[in-house]
């Protein structure tokens, strides 16, 4: 019997094929076999590209593996991601018209130019605009430690399909948290770069001046194996960073010695659950985090997020709101009509409040090299739950999963959230770093793990 | 914005931008705006000087 790649790392499966005791070929149908059996629990995958992995898969076997840091690894993509001959629907019905791509994004082109393989398009709250991962057309994504739990959202397939063991790899998309909410709570490593550190081309965008690409996988190594993959500048996305690759991967090992790691109290505590505290509280030790801080006027931070996102994302959509409104979500349509109608006076002071906020936490920057605060208010909720209770006041679920993530994509600040291994939920701590420091936060994300205070844990599928 | 006027400017709102409102999302669309309309009261009591450049693109 073949070997079980279910839970292995990418590093190792790439490693397993370049030597030759597995060939791509029998990894990826394994993957397909797995996401066969399990996502109609999971409902991960919306798109499984099985005749095209599979022939991806002949061609890493039958070339040279020496060379691919990733041979034979499966990963799959957030269906806002153009994938070659298929339409990217974004989680909406709308776009289920649109023609198909007629190449991938960039990402998927340098992820299978290293060697990994595409096995599919994955579940996502309709246009990115959820912190749940339900979605009212393909249905909810279900969270691999409890099926009748959320995954967290937007990228909520990512999050499962990751934390379920169908893929070691995976892509979405983070505008206020769509990658650090359901990393916490599928209990799995989610890197949000730097805003513009990732081309966003022929990706389906949100918000502009927010929008950002990133991975998920069950280490930090393998989130650091895949940033390298991809980083790099396009000409195709006009917020990309003329900035050539700085590898992490070498620096991965450092361990914590000479960081200066804080905690950020106040607005991040309140309202955070026991489950949250006691997260971070194991992280800050772990990490030596001695100091607690505030980050100034972080509530408004979020606010102006807030602000800038219904705004945004309502201009996107504004002739799809007029044509077709009884085609979307109506969660999603009743924010974007809501949306479209605030004065732009007030969208440029959050553009104004936003530069203002930046700088303070560059101050912030020159003190430590990285900062703490919990990535969800709370773990998992269940599926269809409408609100829950922080700090005493009723909230709507899906605006509020994102409180702690808002304000630090904000300003596109560098995150790892790290999965706390609590039972009988996990649930992530975010370690933030200063732009374009994506190495400090995964050395860190990689010593909490080797510590054991970060693990993505198996869920018993 | 007192509540009576705001449902007066989502009525004038609708029409100027075009936007469909079936009175069935009418008090989805109100809470929504509300929320929003708080928020962004938030960021603009915040005092910024006039020379204050806004970052629609955050450069690092």
Redesign the interface.
Known sequence: MSKDFSWESAAEIAQAVESGQASASSVIDAALARIEKLNPELNAFTTVTAERARAKARAVDGGDKSKLPLAGVPFAVKNLFDVKGIPTVAGSKINRAHVAAGQDQPLIERLEAAGAVLVGALNMGEYAYDFTGENVHDGPSRNPHDLTRMTGGSSGGSGGAVGGGLVPLALGSDTNGSIRVPSSLCGIFGLKP???RLTRARSFPFV??LDHLGPFARSARDLALAYDTMQGPDADDP?C?QRAAEPVLPLLDRGLDGLRIAVAGGYFKKGASTEALEALDRIAKASGALSEIEIP?A??A???A??IT?TEGASLH?DR??KQ?NDFD??V???F??????PAT???????????Y?EQMLKLFERYDAILVPATPTTAPKLGQVNFTLDGIDMPVR?NMGLYTQPISF??LPVVAVPVPLKPLPIGVQVIAA??REDVALRIAHALEQMGAATALRPNL | MATDTLDD??TT??AA??????PA?RA???A??V??????A???E?P?PDE?????????
């Open positions: 730097t805003y513009g502009a001046s917020a960073a006027e509530a408004r979020r606010a102006a807030f602000v219904t504004l709101l007029r409104a109506p969660a349509r009743d924010r009509i809501a949306g479209a109608m605030v007030l969208v440029v002071k959050a553009q104004k409040f936003r530069r203002w930046r605006a300003i596109g732009p374009w | 400017f989502i709102a609708a931008l075009n936007l469909p409102l079936d999302w989805a669309v109100k929504n705006l929320v929003t309309l708080q928020h962004a938030t960021v603009a915040f910024v204050a450049e806004p970052a629609p693109v955050f450069k690092a």
